[in-house]
């Protein structure tokens, strides 16, 4: 389904689409699976590996624990796995994690007699190779991605691994507010992208050179509209992060933006045949009626199908709406 250059949305055979065509694309759709079975999993211990316990089902808490891991993981080794965060507050909650679902402790990773206030360990084979086969492989940061059994569990859990995982690498930030989550795998921030917008959240994703390592790395951000609705569907679990974001959404209430990632392109002509049926004091409606032909937001449309109730009876308008 795509937009063609007269506004008009058609269906085309996909042999038929070209680089910039806009697609029409779901958003908001709220549609979750209901798995929460795990994957089966058999283990023989050694006579000297930590044993501890396994969960049953996917549940919230293991949601939890496997979003910290994907964001502040390093899952390198064959016996332990470690964990990366300064804020005391989600130290505990890791901990507290790791105990509940597992039955072992989150140790402070010591050099030379010194701890740095944010470096864990988790020991225990036995853990490890459950995480593996979860889909948390070992390798780079590069190669990181969302765990299948998240992409097919219910919305309470896949929302709580998404918190966990905005605490560890996202962060938000003015001057305007945006969440913002960066990685080095393109995989993961594709997943994500697609997984905002199944809540009605519309990320821009992009890609940046880092010189110094001499390779790309990937941001999705969110502004506007698309920021609320993660605050009100998703958001973080620190007080830190919880408060600067309920201080960029109440910041943000009634700013009009124009986000180029949401917006309706080639209606410029249906905007023109309106505006000589609306009085003067359109000034939404004026603005996308420019020789420069922007292309309006969501929230831009509403504004002007509010100034152009007057005209409300033509197909133009109609169709708009």
Known sequence: LALAESGELAFRRLDELKIGDYLAIQRGQQTFGQETH????????????????????????????????????????????????????????????????FGLRLRRHMHRGQWNGKDFRIFGVKLRRFLLNLGLAQGRAASKSIPPSILTAPKPIVTAFLRAYFEGDGSIYGPDGRVEIASASYELLSQLHILLLNYGAVGNL?????????????????????????????????????????????????????????????????????????????????????????APSYYSLRHILEEAQTASHDPNYQILE
């Open 38 to 101: 795990l994957p089966p999993f058999e283990f023989t211990p050694r006579t000297n590996a930590l044993d501890g316990k396994l969960p049953a089902h996917l549940t919230e808490d293991l949601a939890l624990f496997l979003g910290y891991l994907v964001s502040e993981g390093t899952l390198s080794f064959d016996n332990q796995v470690t964990f990366c965060h300064t804020d005391p507050e989600i130290q505990a909650d890791m901990a507290g994690l790791t105990e509940s679902l």
């Open 206 to 294: 992009r890609a940046k050179r880092d010189s110094k390592y001499d390779r790309d790395y990937y941001y999705l951000t969110l502004i506007g509209e698309n920021m609320s609705r993660f605050a009100d569907q998703i958001g973080f679990l620190s007080t830190i992060k919880r408060d600067k974001l309920k201080k960029y959404v109440a910041a943000q209430k009634g700013i009009r933006r124009n986000p180029n990632v949401d917006v309706l392109p080639y209606q410029n002509n249906r905007l023109r045949a309106l505006r000589p049926q609306v009085k003067a004091a359109a000034d939404t409606l004026r603005r996308f009626t420019r020789s420069d032909n922007r």
